[in-house]
């Protein structure tokens, strides 16, 4: 199949509007609109174009100053369907969407529509809602997204580790560490719970016990790896949404015990925000990075979230997240050195009102 692909002209409009016509019943896109999103710096439209006919589009959307892209509207022509055409161009756009910085790819598409559901399920799109009375005649509008990785691989050095319960993240990026550091160490399930015990905080926000910064790079130093911190602000942490007292008091009781050791251990600890210089430097040095982030914009929920940075390719800090949400029906593809944009990154890397940024960057044990 011989299909050219190639951005969008305003000599396309008449075909556009054409096919558009033939395709869609509701919801369409008017000339005018298809005239202002071919000139908008913020939107990219690609046509397939098959023995000089234009064989479909797919126009994508890139607002500012997120790391998402939106598949605005997409459509094959009735003659080129079934051909793979739908596919070659979904893949298109994929990589536009990852060569503008994007780190994910969501869409809507028709919840009667089994046709496109199908080709985005086969694409590795994962189901993340459902929204009732989307489209113009009533229709339910099913939500899809896609982490996107270029060519970025899923296979690192850095063994991979999923966590297996939702709030041992920050011991699970540890035991990672410690399995690349030591390549006798194998992570297993009693090491997380273990390794959890030993850096939680026991209460955390509303949930069960988290762990905090200190607790981490303590828990990393006894378990033989070097550990240095970041924590951008000095006082005690993720207290503001604790209301009850007595969880306060265990919290506080506990950061001061971490925080003591740390300094008994000599743990050097910088009381600022970590830069994403400061990331790659350490990176560039062969240290990991276990680095706070909010989870909003991984999964949609503003909960604090340790991942680990293992690299760093020149315009994206790779990652592995050790959360795989299989409501979403993740795999390891979209949690295992994920290439996160710079910007994004640091964008992630903060949480609360306050911004809290916190690092640990971990490394094998400095030589006596
Ligand atoms: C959805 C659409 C873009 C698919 O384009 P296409 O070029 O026909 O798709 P491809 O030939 O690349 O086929 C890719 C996959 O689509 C699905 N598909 C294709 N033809 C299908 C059919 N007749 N019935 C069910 N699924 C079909 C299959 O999963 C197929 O993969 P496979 O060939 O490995 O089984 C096209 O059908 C279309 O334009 N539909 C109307 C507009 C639309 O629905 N847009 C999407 C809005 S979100």
């Known amino acids: 199949m011989s299909a050219e692909i190639r951005t969008a002209r305003a000599s396309d409009i008449d075909a556009l509007v054409a096919l558009e016509n033939a395709v869609f019943d509701s919801d369409r896109i008017s000339r005018r609109s298809f005239r202002q999103l071919i000139e908008r710096e913020t939107a990219e439209t690609l046509v397939a174009e098959k023995d000089g006919c234009l064989a479909g589009y797919a126009m994508v959307l890139f607002r500012k100053g997120i790391g998402v892209a939106r598949l605005y509207s997409f459509a094959i022509g009735p003659g080129f369907a079934g051909m793979g055409l739908g596919r070659l161009l979904l893949e298109r756009v994929e990589r ?59 296979g690192t050095r850095v063994p991979f580790y999923e966590q297996t319960c939702d709030f041992t993240c920050g011991p699970c990026c540890l035991m990672m560490a410690m399995a690349n550091f030591d390549r006798s160490f194998v992570p297993d399930p009693i090491r997380e719970i273990r390794l959890w015990r030993e850096a939680t905080t026991v209460f955390m926000m509303s949930g069960t016990g988290g762990c905090e910064p200190f607790g981490l790079g303590v828990a990393a130093y006894e378990n033989g790896l070097s550990a240095e911190l970041f924590v951008s602000f000095y006082g005690a942490l993720f207290l503001q949404s604790v209301r009850s007292e007595e969880k306060r008091r265990v919290m506080e009781l506990a950061q001061v015990d971490f925080r003591t050791r740390a300094e008994q251990y000599g743990i050097p600890v910088h009381y600022r925000s970590f830069s994403i210089d400061d990331v790659r430097a350490a990176l560039a040095a062969g240290k990991l990075v276990v680095v706070l982030i909010s989870g909003y914009l991984m999964f949609g929920k503003k909960v604090p979230h340790w991942v680990l940075a293992i690299g760093d390719d020149g315009t994206h800090i790779l990652m592995h997240d050790p959360w795989i949400e299989d409501e979403r029906r993740e795999t390891m593809s979209d949690a295992a050195n994920v290439p996160v944009p710079y910007d994004i990154f640091m964008q992630m890397a903060q949480f609360g009102r306050d911004g809290l940024r916190a690092a640990i960057i971990l490394g094998k044990p400095d030589a006596p």
């Open 96 to 154: 536009v969407s990852y060569d503008h910085g994007r780190m994910m790819l969501r869409l809507e598409v028709r919840e009667d529509n089994a046709r496109a559901i199908s080709l985005y399920e086969q694409n590795g799109y994962r189901r993340i809602g459902r929204e009732a009375d989307y489209y113009e005649d009533g229709m339910a509008a099913l939500r899809f997204e896609k982490t996107l990785r270029g060519d970025v691989p899923v």
